[in-house]
T-cell receptor, first 113, second 111 residues
Framework: ETGVTQSPTHLIKTRGQQVTLRCSSQSGHNTVSWYQQALGQGPQFIFQYYREEENGRGNFPPRFSGLQFPNYSSELNVNALELDDSALYLC????????????FGQGTRLTVV | RKEVEQDPGPFNVPEGATVAFNCTYSNSASQSFFWYRQDCRKEPKLLMSVYSSGNEDGRFTAQLNRASQYISLLIRDSKLSDSATYLCVVIGTDSWGKLQFGAGTQVVVTP
């Protein structure tokens, strides 16, 4: 096990609603990244948090937002859900540094209906 | 053009056989390369890093060709448990910590 935990594991939401996904990083890791993986695709980078600050963002609209807390756990918030937001959302933690190994949580499977 | 491209497969491989596949990347400034393995509906897990000189880990061999901008993965003596999707991952010098994934190559090992 990676020591990275995500909650919830599955979620069903209605279009237009808001959702919050949570991630606890591995002990000693100060960097958390979030990825969206649609069916049949590779994970796509949403954003990264390093020591509570956003440190890079992928090509996602502002309705995707996040937070990192002093204990380095993190939240991903998505507002105004769209059907295309249905995907596996993955959190990855790493000990910092640009090219270090990332450890993934088991993911949250979000279905928007 | 996608930044990281992979043949989606599936590669159907008899147990005990060898399979190899490549991944191409578009950013010549890319600095770090990895292969991740993903089982159906599970999270990706690091299989191995890819070094410039090439590296081997048991039955798995990874190679990097910077001139042609591709990396490869070779699996020898395939086991049924090797059936999975193999994700190519690249990190560019201008994308601190951001993993760029390919869409994955599916490998199916058959008895």
């Amino acid at each position: 096990e990676t020591g990275v935990t995500q909650s919830p594991t599955h979620l069903i939401k209605t279009r237009g609603q808001q959702v919050t996904l949570r991630c606890s990083s591995q002990s000693g890791h100060n960097t958390v990244s979030w990825y969206q993986q649609a069916l049949g695709q590779g994970p796509q980078f949403i954003f990264q948090y390093y020591r509570e600050e956003e440190n890079g963002r992928g090509n996602f609209p502002p309705r995707f937002s996040g937070l990192q807390f002093p204990n380095y756990s993190s939240e991903l918030n998505v507002n105004a859900l769209e059907l295309d937001d249905s995907a596996l959302y993955l959190c990855a933690s790493s000990p910092g540094g640009g090219d270090t190994e990332a450890f993934f949580g088991q993911g949250t499977r979000l279905t928007v209906v | 053009r996608k930044e990281v491209e992979q043949d989606p497969g599936p590669f159907n491989v008899p147990e005990g056989a060898t399979v190899a596949f490549n991944c191409t990347y578009s950013n010549s400034a890319s600095q770090s390369f990895f292969w991740y393995r993903q089982d159906c509906r599970k999270e990706p897990k690091l299989l191995m890093s890819v070094y410039s000189s090439g590296n081997e880990d048991g039955r798995f061999t990874a190679q990097l060709n910077r001139a042609s901008q591709y990396i490869s993965l070779l699996i020898r003596d395939s086991k049924l448990s090797d059936s999975a999707t193999y994700l190519c991952v690249v990190i560019g010098t201008d994308s601190w910590g951001k993993l760029q994934f390919g869409a994955g190559t599916q490998v199916v090992v058959t008895p």
